[in-house]
């Protein structure tokens, strides 16, 4: 079945049940970051598509059951994007809103990187750039060891792939053939201080992962039926690991977020810009004044 054939074919409840928590994570991650006095607003809402596309249709998490041997694993291998993963597992139901609103603070277990002793779904502790891919490589070869059907995802962030030990990843797990593995990367151009391309250029981008051995699917990160489209021809790819570079935009909903490096990280949301953000993100009034109060 041709990648158009599988977007066409893409089941709507499927495409609404994503977009409905792709919506409300981008709204919990923002009033988290609110609450925190600081967080990284930004790569948190390129990759909220993603999340959700993972969470609501991918994933195989038997009664969202962190300790199922079966389950599929996720690994956000770039942790700063915590805001997100924290607000998708409220969307889904896996935890509850306080989770991704207690972000940052002491005492609780949302911290500003996933840390796997307080938290049950988050498989390891990220936050050091391409660390989390390569446990993502091992958990993959693990299961394969094991003789157990599942799959290992993990989200990579675009500057991050300047590490030298996600090409070192990228060439072992295309020499063991690791077929479970699914790297998807959040292109948004961006990283901490400027575009990627001013800094250290990733481009030709997929022909670097051919090159390495993998199969390599582009696709606009922000779409759900091609998300979904694309999940399902890298289940299918027996061959090897597959990876998804997701185009997306840094900031994403949020008009004078989009595609500016400031709003990366380390900033401190006013209230004016935070109530602004979250009605452009479509939070209803009650939400909206419970999470500012």
């Not at 409300?24 to 930004?42: E, M, N, V």
């Amino acid at each position: 079945m041709t990648l158009a054939a599988i977007i066409d074919a893409a089941p709507t409840p499927a495409v609404a049940a994503a977009t409905a928590i792709a919506a409300r994570t981008r709204q919990l991650a923002i009033a988290g970051i609110y609450r925190a006095g600081s967080g990284h607003p930004g790569g948190a809402m390129s990759c909220a598509d993603i999340l959700a596309a993972l969470y609501a249709c991918e994933l195989n998490i038997p009664g969202g059951n962190a300790d199922d041997p079966r389950r599929d694993r996720f690994v956000l291998s770039k942790g700063h994007a915590a805001p997100a993963l924290y607000a998708v597992w409220a969307a889904m139901g896996y935890v509850a809103d306080d989770v991704p609103l207690a972000l940052r603070k002491m005492n609780t277990t949302s911290q500003g990187h996933p840390h796997v002793l307080d938290l049950p779904l988050s498989e390891t502790s990220t936050g050091s750039l391409g660390q989390g891919f390569s446990a993502a490589l091992g958990m993959a070869m693990g299961l394969r060891l094991q003789a157990i059907p599942a799959r290992v995802y993990t989200l990579l962030g675009d500057g991050e792939c300047q590490e030298g030990e996600v090409w070192e990843a990228a060439m072992s797990a295309a020499h063991h053939k690791v077929a479970n593995l699914c790297a998807l990367v959040d292109y948004n151009k961006l990283q901490s201080d400027d575009r990627n391309a001013n800094i250290m250029g990733l481009e030709p981008f997929a022909a670097k992962w051919r090159a390495f051995g993998w199969h390599a699917v582009e696709l606009d990160g922000h779409d759900i039926p091609s998300l979904l489209a694309a999940l399902a021809e890298a289940a299918a790819h027996a061959a090897g690991p597959t990876v998804l570079i997701c185009h997306t935009i840094k900031g994403k909903g949020v008009s004078w977020m989009e595609d500016q490096p400031l709003w990366h990280g380390s900033v401190k949301m006013k209230p004016e810009e935070t109530r602004d953000a979250l009605v452009q993100l479509g939070a209803g009034d009650a939400d909206i004044a419970a999470w500012m109060a």
